[in-house]
């Protein structure tokens, strides 16, 4: 049994490693500090007593006996990581320093969401690992993208001042079910105001293009990567190359959907991207992994998911 922690462990992605881990068998500890994630993406979980959860900040150092880390704590949706921009940069860079910091002194083996976001608005399609991003540094995305690029640097220099196990993995769109339901992203957003007949907001023309991936082959990869020898350090792209203009995902989930909702058109935020993909040879190789889910399917899964959410009641 391994004791592993996880940061951001009650987020959306978070609780879908949370309950993968638990079900191999491991002792879990998830560290959150609430912002974005919420106790229910992991009240199924409270019943396992080898299932902690911590209500802990990442700017501030925590100590715990573990094997393994999986970072993960940072909100990832535009709106949030903007409410409080150095905030964001406090919990990319401080929460590096904090996790890598406990890696070093316990010996464990450390994993880094890192983001497609370090590409910026990309100069090379679809874009590799190798590629060094066209980011804005002063700009309303720069919290979030520099945030996650200067803890790519840490957790790389952590490696090699330190000697400390590294994995990063920059991880393209994802979705699925315990997203949060007002985070303002693309998917989550489109999909309620289908099941309400609202109208559907694209920003801008809707040409702007993203590569969309189920949680579940985002976790798949995740645990393969964490698995590799020492010697496999990343970057690594973990995301589904399958690439859709966001007026086609609008048209999707409003088929899929039955809706009535109608297109409006709002102003494209500054510095959005516009066209991401990833290009996934080195996951294939190194991980022996590829996502398994087509938009199609995900979207089905997830639309059950908001479905049930709205029926319900959105509870904290
Ligand atoms: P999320 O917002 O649902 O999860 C982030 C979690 O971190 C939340 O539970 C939040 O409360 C917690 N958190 C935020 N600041 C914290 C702090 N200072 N201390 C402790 N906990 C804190 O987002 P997600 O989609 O689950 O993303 C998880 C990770 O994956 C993030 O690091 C994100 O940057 C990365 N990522 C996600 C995507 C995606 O499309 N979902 C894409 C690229 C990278
Ligand atoms: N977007 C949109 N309508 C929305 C929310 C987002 O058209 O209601 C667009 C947004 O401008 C971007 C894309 O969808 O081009 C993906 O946005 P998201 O916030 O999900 O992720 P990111 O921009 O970080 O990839």
């Known amino acids: 049994m391994k004791r592993i922690l996880v940061t951001g462990g009650s987020g959306f992605v978070g609780s879908h490693l949370c309950k993968r881990l638990l079900a191999e068998g491991n002792d879990v500890i998830a560290l959150d500090n609430f912002f974005t994630g919420r106790k229910q993406n992991v009240v ?6 080898y299932f902690e959860l911590v209500r802990h900040d990442v700017t501030i150092p925590y100590f715990a006996e573990i094997d393994e880390i ?5 909100p990832a949706s535009p709106i949030h990581y903007q409410d409080n921009p150095i905030k964001t940069v406090k919990t990319s860079v401080m929460g590096a320093i904090n996790m890598l910091g406990l890696a070093k002194r316990k010996n464990a083996k450390i994993l880094q969401a890192s983001t497609s976001e370090v590409y910026g608005d990309p100069h090379v399609h679809p874009q590799t690992e190798s590629y060094w991003g066209h980011v804005n540094p002063i700009g309303i995305r720069s919290c979030y993208d520099e945030g996650k690029r200067v803890a790519e640097t840490l957790f790389t220099d952590y490696h090699r001042q330190n000697n400390v196990r590294i994995k990063i993995i ?4 994802t979705y699925g079910p315990k997203m949060h339901p007002n985070d303002g992203r693309v998917v989550s957003n489109f999909i309620i105001q289908a099941l309400q007949n609202k109208d559907i907001t694209v920003y801008g ?3 702007q293009t993203r590569s969309f991936q189920y949680v579940d082959d985002l976790v798949e990869a995740m645990v ?3 698995n ?11 995301g589904n190359p399958d690439e859709f203009t966001i007026m086609k995902l609008a048209q999707k989930i ?7 909702s109608k297109i409006v058109y709002l102003p494209l935020p500054s510095d959005d991207p516009m066209q991401r993909k990833p290009d996934i040879s080195l996951a294939k190789r190194v991980l022996d992994w590829e996502p398994k889910i087509k938009l199609d399917e995900g979207l089905v ?3 059950t998911y908001f479905e049930n959410l709205l029926k319900n009641g959105i509870e904290k």
């Open 44 to 49: 199924e979980l409270m019943d396992n007593p």
């Open 301 to 303: 899964k997830t639309i």
């Open 70 to 74: 999986y970072n993960l704590a940072c």
């Open 205 to 207: 023309k809707g040409q």
């Open 228 to 238: 590799t020898d020492d010697s496999f350090t990343g970057p690594v792209n973990i």
């Open 224 to 226: 393969r990567m964490m």
């Open 170 to 173: 920059r991880i393209f769109n």
């Open 254 to 260: 409003i088929q899929i959907t039955g809706s009535k």
